[in-house]
């Protein structure tokens, strides 16, 4: 089975832009989850959807905000872009959920100047 | 005080060391992670437990529900090993009305020394 894909890989964009990123999850898996990793802060969990339907979420303001497909591809996107939010964004996609195994993608390097 | 809470933070080791990472978590969980991270960025998972011990080759992981309490040992250790390990927790299942969140430890960076 090919793994969990995310486009793109590595993105600049300037304060005030907005962003969105895509995540492809295994095949059979209805499950994807985001998460945000900087040096500061570490991994921190953005939310999750299963089945179109965001079902857990963690804390960050509502300019996060993400959308899953009939077909569990998930995106991911960030609105009113600050210096903060330059990080590595990771999905994870699972067949059942958060208590359950996660396979991560590779990420997706966010730059914002 | 956080949630989970990792230690050490950074370990040096020589190969062939016994390597042992700890995590201690205070909130309820369905499952707790243990994850890789090598410098690039991929994060693996390496073990989900919920209860008991689990052994992947050199790698073995146990957790204690009633201490609230996982170790992640690395036996005969070899410099391949050296990346980030992850402890995360995940909740227990929903309770309705409200959302709940995958909690991360800071990580341990392991470098092991030929």
């Known amino acids: 089975k090919a793994g969990v894909t995310q486009t793109p890989r590595y993105l600049i964009k300037t304060r005030g832009q907005q962003v969105t990123l895509s995540c492809s999850p295994i095949?059979?898996?209805?499950?994807v989850s985001w998460y945000q990793q900087t040096p500061g802060q570490g991994l921190q969990f953005l939310f999750e959807?299963?089945?179109?339907?965001?079902?857990n979420k963690g804390n960050f303001p509502g300019r996060f905000s993400g959308r899953q497909f009939s077909n569990s591809r998930s995106e991911m996107n960030v609105s009113t872009l600050e210096l903060g939010d330059s990080a590595l964004y990771l999905c994870?996609?699972?067949?059942?959920?958060?208590?359950?195994?996660?396979?991560f993608g590779p990420g997706t390097r966010l730059t914002v100047t | 005080k956080n949630e989970v809470e990792q230690s050490p933070q950074n370990l040096t080791a020589q190969e062939g060391e016994f390597i042992t990472i700890n995590c201690s978590y205070s909130?309820?969980?369905?499952?707790l992670h243990w994850l890789q991270q090598h410098p690039g960025g991929g994060i693996v998972s390496l073990f989900m437990?919920?209860?008991g011990k689990k052994k992947h080759g050199r790698l073995i992981a146990t957790i204690n529900i009633q201490e609230k309490h996982s170790s992640l040992h690395i036996t005969a250790s070899h410099p391949r090993d050296s990346a980030v390990y992850i402890c995360?927790?995940?909740?227990?299942?929903?309770?309705?009305?409200?959302?709940?969140?995958?909690?991360f430890g800071i990580g341990t960076k392991l470098q092991v020394i030929p």
């Open positions: 994870a996609s699972s067949y059942r959920g958060l208590g359950y195994e996660q396979y």
């Open positions: 095949s059979g898996h209805r499950s």
């Open positions: 959807y299963f089945s179109e339907t965001q079902r």
């Open positions: 909130v309820g969980i369905s499952a």
């Open positions: 437990l919920s209860s």
């Open positions: 995360a927790v995940s909740p227990p299942a929903l309770n309705s009305g409200g959302y709940q969140k995958v909690t």
